[in-house]
C-alpha cells in the first residue's frame, strides 16, 4: 500500500487550460490515461506565483514565509542592492535532503533555485536549474556526475537559449524536452533512487513567448498558432517514455508551479509611486533606456560567435555578465535613498518600505495608501484595473523569514503584469511616459498549475478540489511510507490515496530539520552570471 520509489516530472508553468482542450482532443493519450489512472487537480500556487518562489515551496513543503524565498530578485534594506536569490538563502530543508538525513536515496534535476546543490550521501545527486551561473566550472553535486553528463549529453541548460527567428526557438524548445527526456531517461537507469525529480521548462518558455500567436488574427498565427500545443505534445511523449522505465512499485507524480495566461498590457508600478511622491528619484529615469540592438547589429554579433576563438567569446561573455548585472542595480542607483518612501523591485511587483524614511509606526499608514491607491487605478486603454489584490506581508505569510519579504506584495488582475526596472534598459524601449508599456513577452503566469499522482495507494479516478503547492512534498512523502516532518507547512492531500491506504496507515508527522540561516543572496560575480544565463533564455 505505498510506493518504494517515486518519481515526480516537472513541467513548469504547465496549466489545465492548455492540456484539457488537448486531452479532448485526443493528442495528449499519456497524460489522459494518466489522469485516469490516480488522483489530479488544479494545484494552486504561491503568492506571488512565479518560478522561484514556487519551486521552493515543492521543495521544502514550505510556504515562503517559512522558506525564505519572496522573488526571483531581492532587495537589500541597507545597502539598496538588488540580487538574485539562491539555494543559500533557502531557510528550509529540501525534500532529498530529508530523505537523505533518513538514509535514503534522493536527488533533483533542473528544479529552479538549487544552486548551490545540496549535498547528498546515498548515491543521490543535485543537479541545479534555473537561477545557475552560466559559466560555474562545477556546480553539480557531486561534481563526477557533471563530468560524466558532459561526456555524454554536452553543457547542462534548463532549456534552449532564446533565438530570434520564432520557428528556430520553437525548434530547438522541441529539441529541448527530447534532449531533457534522454538525460532524464538515463539518470533513471545508471542512478537508480528512492526519490527522483527531474523539472522540464520548455512549457513555461513556449508560454511566454508564444501565447500571442494563438490569436487567429496575428499574422504568423498559421505557421505558430500551435506551438504551445506542440510542446505539450512532446511532454505528453516524454512523459510515456518515463512512466514504462518505471517499475510497478513506483508512484510517479507531474508537478507544475504555476499557470499560465495571456499578458497584453505592462504596468510600470514605479511611475506610479513617482506621481504619488513616494518615490524620488536623483537621476533621470532616461539613464535605463537601453539601446535595442538592429537587425545587423544582431547578426554581427551571431557571426561573431561563429568564428571568434573561444577564449575571446569567454572574455566577451564576461563582459556582457557584468554588464547585465550593473543593469540589475541601474534604478536603484538614481533613487533619493533619504527622501524615498518606498520602492518596488522583483519581477513579481513587491513594493519595500525605505527604514530610513518609513518609521515602524508608520507602516500601517503607508500600506494603507498603498492597497487603496493602486487598487483605484484603471488603465484607459481598456476601462480594466491592473491590480487584483495589494496585500501587507503579514497578511500572506507566517514564519521565521517574514521580514526578509517585500513589506506590500501586489497581484496584477488578468493580462497585467509589472514592468520591472531593469526591463526598460535591456528591451530597448526607453522609460515609459505613462503608468502602461507593452512587454516583450505575451504570456504570464497564473495561480493556478497541476498536480497529479498514480501508483501505489492511490485513488484512482479522484479529483483533487484544494491542493496547494506546499502540499505536494508532504503528500509525495506519506506515498513513499515516509513520516511528515513539523516544519512543513503543506498538509497529506488524504483524498488522493484510497480509504484503505488511509486505514492501514494514517499520515504521522515527526521533528522536522532545524531552519538553516538566511544567507544574504548571490554575490556580484555570481549575479553577473546568473543575469548571463537568463538573457540568455529570455529572462533578461
Not at 510506493?3 to 484539457?20: H, P
Not at 535532503?97 to 543521490?124: K, Q
Not at 500567436?213 to 500545443?229: F, Q, S, T, V
Not at 501508483?455 to 506519506?478: K, N, Q, S
Amino acid at each position: 500500500m505505498k510506493a518504494q520509489r517515486l518519481v515526480v516530472v516537472g513541467w513548469d508553468g504547465a496549466t489545465f487550460d492548455v492540456i484539457k482542450p488537448l486531452i479532448a482532443a485526443g493528442r495528449l493519450p499519456v497524460l489522459a490515461r494518466f489522469l485516469e489512472d490516480g488522483a489530479h487537480g488544479p494545484l494552486c500556487s504561491t503568492v506571488p506565483p512565479v518560478t522561484p518562489v514556487a519551486w521552493t515551496s515543492f521543495a521544502t513543503g514550505a510556504s515562503p514565509g517559512r522558506h525564505g524565498i519572496f522573488d526571483a530578485l531581492t532587495l537589500d534594506p541597507a545597502t539598496h542592492e538588488v540580487r538574485f536569490v539562491s539555494a543559500a538563502m533557502r531557510r528550509a530543508a529540501p525534500v532529498w535532503s530529508v530523505l537523505d538525513a533518513r538514509g535514503r536515496a534522493a536527488g533533483a534535476v533542473n528544479v529552479p533555485v538549487t544552486w548551490p546543490p545540496d549535498a547528498l550521501g546515498h548515491g543521490g545527486f543535485v543537479i541545479p536549474g534555473m537561477f545557475t551561473p552560466s559559466d560555474a566550472a562545477t556546480f553539480v553535486h557531486p561534481p563526477e556526475l557533471q563530468a560524466e553528463i558532459e561526456a555524454r549529453f554536452g553543457v547542462c541548460r534548463d532549456s534552449p537559449k532564446l533565438d530570434p527567428d520564432p520557428g528556430r526557438y520553437l525548434r530547438n524548445l522541441l529539441a529541448g524536452v527530447d534532449a531533457r527526456c534522454e538525460l532524464t531517461l538515463w539518470l533513471m537507469a545508471r542512478r537508480p533512487l528512492d526519490y527522483f525529480c527531474s523539472v522540464f521548462m520548455e512549457s513555461d518558455r513556449v508560454q511566454h513567448f508564444f501565447w500571442a500567436y494563438r490569436d487567429p488574427a496575428h499574422p504568423l498565427h498559421g505557421k505558430l498558432g500551435g506551438a504551445i500545443e506542440a510542446v505539450y505534445e512532446r511532454l505528453d511523449a516524454a512523459l510515456g517514455r518515463i512512466l514504462a522505465a518505471c517499475p510497478p512499485d513506483t508512484a510517479v507524480a507531474l508537478v507544475s508551479d504555476h499557470g499560465a495566461g495571456p499578458l497584453r498590457r505592462a504596468i510600470f508600478l514605479n511611475r506610479w509611486l513617482l506621481d504619488q511622491g513616494l518615490l524620488v528619484l536623483s537621476g533621470e529615469l532616461t539613464a535605463l533606456a537601453g539601446r535595442k540592438p538592429s537587425a545587423p547589429r544582431r547578426a554581427l554579433a551571431a557571426l561573431a560567435r561563429a568564428i571568434l576563438p573561444e577564449s575571446v567569446l569567454t572574455a566577451r561573455r564576461r563582459a556582457k555578465s557584468r554588464a547585465h548585472a550593473r543593469i540589475n542595480n541601474l534604478f536603484s542607483a538614481i533613487v533619493d535613498w533619504e527622501r524615498t518612501a518606498c520602492v518596488s523591485e522583483g519581477i513579481a511587483g513587491g513594493i519595500f518600505f525605505n527604514p530610513a524614511v518609513v518609521a515602524e509606526a508608520d507602516r500601517p499608514a503607508l500600506t494603507a495608501r498603498l492597497k487603496a491607491g493602486l487598487l483605484a487605478i484603471v488603465d484607459p486603454e481598456t476601462g480594466r484595473h491592473p491590480f487584483a489584490a495589494v496585500h501587507a506581508r503579514e497578511e500572506l505569510y507566517a514564519g521565521q523569514a517574514v521580514a526578509d519579504a517585500p513589506d506590500v506584495v501586489t497581484l496584477c488582475g488578468p493580462g497585467y503584469q509589472v514592468l520591472v526596472p531593469h526591463e526598460i534598459a535591456l528591451y530597448g524601449q526607453g522609460a515609459p511616459a505613462g503608468l502602461f508599456a507593452p512587454h516583450k513577452w505575451s504570456g504570464r503566469h497564473e495561480q493556478h498549475g497541476v498536480f497529479a499522482l498514480r501508483g501505489p495507494g492511490v485513488a484512482a479516478g479522484v479529483t483533487l478540489a484544494d491542493a496547494a503547492m506546499p502540499d505536494v512534498t508532504p503528500t509525495l512523502l506519506y506515498a513513499l511510507g515516509e513520516a511528515v516532518p513539523d516544519t512543513m507547512d503543506g498538509r497529506v492531500l488524504a483524498a488522493a490515496f484510497t480509504p484503505e491506504t488511509l486505514a492501514a496507515r494514517p499520515p504521522a508527522v515527526t521533528a522536522g530539520p532545524a531552519a538553516g540561516a538566511a544567507a544574504p543572496g548571490t554575490d556580484g560575480e555570481a549575479a553577473a552570471r546568473i543575469a548571463d544565463e537568463l538573457s540568455d533564455l529570455g529572462y533578461m
